[in-house]
């Protein structure tokens, strides 16, 4: 299996920026690409208070268009949703390949969990099988100030092989919607994994004054 190819897994955590993700998977289900999906219950709960939309997380009864807000039209089989405490879940082991993991957004609580490899669910143990096996992960987090102790983390994290992307969208590109500065950062995301998109453009097309 050839890396374009392979899945991408992608984890929602509780911190705010669930548009982020939402847009994430959109993007990665547009250029092909098959998504596994996991939504920690904090973010379930960021989820209803930024896109006021219930989810159930229960594998059997995860309903896509609650996540995406309408009927997103994507090749079935394409997206799998992960409840956080299936351990049994195929990206729990190495032996299944994919092309990368994001967590969009990743609490600060989960970058601690990963940065010390704690693997007390199914996200923190499908993050720490990409830092064993020397694929991309990188996390998206979304806090401001940063104390002391996740700025270690975020050491820790990044010496292990994690990539720290921050959602801070650019002005540069001159945004003129929220879903233009969503995209920017869902862009960023997408090059670290080598996903082609037309998301933004890039510093040097960009007019200058």
Known sequence: MS???RPIVVALTGASGAPYGIRLVEVLL???RKVHLLISPAAAEVFLREVDRPLRLEE????PRAFFGYDFAYTPGS???HHHTNFSAPIASGSYLTAGMVVCPCS???LAAIAHGL???LIHRAADVHLKERRPLILVPRETPLGLIPLRNMVAATEAGAIILPAMPAFYTRPQTLQDMIDFVVARICDHLQISHNLV???GSVQRL
């Open 60 to 63: 059997s009864r995860f309903d």
């Open 30 to 32: 547009q250029a092909g």
């Open 3 to 5: 890396l374009t190819d």
């Open 201 to 203: 453009q890039r510093w």
């Open 119 to 121: 693997s007390e669910n």
């Open 108 to 110: 600060l609580g989960t």
């Open 79 to 81: 997206l799998l949703f």
